[in-house]
């Protein structure tokens, strides 16, 4: 059936010369399956038949890395820790659910936001200031924090912040987790 609806897409495709590739179950000499990717386009005018190339590939080590990545993102997402990633800057780019139940604020509203619109008058003198020095040396920083949620009510919370570095070993982003204390 999967298959089946796969090779007409792949016929349709390929009588207009574009390339189409598609996932099927292949099956290993021993018996066992695995995901083949399978990948092919019309090449026309090579011969008075029509013409086609192709490859298949064993697909198992990037569904085994797709599987790991939707397992990290699932324990991101479910974390009872708020999760708050930003770029060098403070600009926050991703919040996790816990993140926007603790605050109040929704995703929207805070993506592209500073993380000063949590920031009060009541964390200690140079916490901030001692934060920044900290992660721009390429250290982990942890402390506590008094903030406001949106609703304006205060919390105090715990977090550590750590810089995310890219191959080179260049700071890209930070990643703060945090707990209301």
């Known amino acids: 059936g999967r298959a089946r609806d796969h090779l007409l897409r792949h016929d349709r495709q390929q009588a207009q ?18 995901p083949m990717l399978v990948a092919a386009t019309r090449i026309p005018g ?21 599987d790991k990545l939707r397992q990290l993102s699932r324990a991101v997402e479910q974390s009872p820790a708020s999760i708050v990633i930003t770029d060098t800057e403070g600009s926050i780019e991703y919040v996790n659910p816990r993140f926007t139940q ?7 509203e805070v993506l592209g936001q500073n993380m000063r619109i949590l920031k009060t008058d009541k964390t200690p003198q140079g916490t901030h200031s001692t ?12 402390g506590e924090f008094v903030n406001r949620k949106k609703n304006g009510e205060l919390y105090y919370e ?12 260049v700071t890209t982003h930070y990643l703060a987790v945090k707990e209301d204390i």
């Open 17 to 34: 010369g574009l390339i189409t590739h598609y996932e099927i179950m292949g099956l290993r000499r021993g018996g066992s399956k695995f």
């Open 102 to 108: 603790t605050t109040g604020y929704s995703v929207e």
């Open 46 to 66: 090579f011969s008075e038949e029509p013409t086609t190339i192709g490859f298949v590939q064993d697909n198992t080590q990037r569904r085994q890395i797709e």
């Open 158 to 169: 715990s977090a550590i912040i750590s810089p995310i570095t890219d191959d080179r070993g």
């Open 131 to 142: 934060l920044w020095a900290t992660l721009t040396a390429g250290k982990e920083w942890q």
